[in-house]
Structure formats: C-alpha cells, structure tokens
C-alpha cells in the first residue's frame, strides 16, 4: 500500500488542523494505521492508533483528549484531528499501516509539517 499524508501547515497555539492519509489500493479496510511524528532533534513517537474496521483507537498520552484518530475505508483514507494545539506539537507527522493487528509498520508515508506557533 501506498499512502499520501496532507493538511500540515502553520496554526497559532489552541489552533486546530485535520490531517489526511489517503491510501492506494483496494485493500486499506485490511490495515490498522497508525500516525506518528518527529520534532526537530528528536526521536520519532508514537501519535494515534486505529483498528482496521475503526471500532478501537489508542493514543500517546501527550495527545490524549486533544487529537482523534479516524477512518474512511470507503474512501481509503485516515485523519487525525488536532485540536487545542500547542507548540511542542510542532513536528513533521508520519502515517503509516501496519500488515496486521500487533505487527511492525512496513509501509509509510511521505510526512506532512505541521508548526504550532506560540
């Protein structure tokens, strides 16, 4: 699977930005995706989780009750919405599919920059 991720940009802190993974292939229901990030200088981190069908998401805690994790299988595309953003979630943002539930992430996408300014 291919996947495009889109929608970074620059916002003010307690802005809001929608983030869009868009797929290739007729088979995205069958992968559980993933965002992570990767601020500068520093390590890449987990972000949000989803099931493959969306029923169950998970989330590092730092974004926990802020960003929402969400799925379109019939548009093959996932999102992740940002609210109340503050500047350390400045970062380049990574989708990413995993083959199966549990399983390491072989396929990622380009990245997209979001900056949070104060």
């Known amino acids: 699977v291919q996947l495009q991720a889109s929608g970074g940009g620059l916002v003010q802190a307690g802005g809001s930005l929608r983030l869009s993974c868009a797929a290739s292939?007729?088979?995205?229901?069958?992968?559980?995706m993933g965002w992570f990030r990767q601020a500068p200088g520093k390590e890449r981190e987990f972000v949000a989780h989803?099931?493959?069908?969306?029923?169950?998401?998970h989330y590092a805690d730092s974004v926990k009750g802020r960003f929402t994790i969400s799925r379109d299988n019939g548009k093959n595309t996932a999102y992740l919405q940002m609210n109340s953003l503050k500047p350390e979630d400045t970062a380049v943002y990574y989708c990413?599919?995993?083959?199966?539930?549990?399983?390491?992430?072989?396929?990622w996408g380009q990245g997209t920059l979001v900056t949070v300014s104060s």
């Open positions: 989803i099931t493959e069908s969306g029923a169950s998401t």
């Open positions: 292939g007729r088979t995205f229901s069958s992968y559980p």
């Open positions: 990413a599919a995993q083959r199966f539930q549990g399983s390491v992430y072989p396929y």
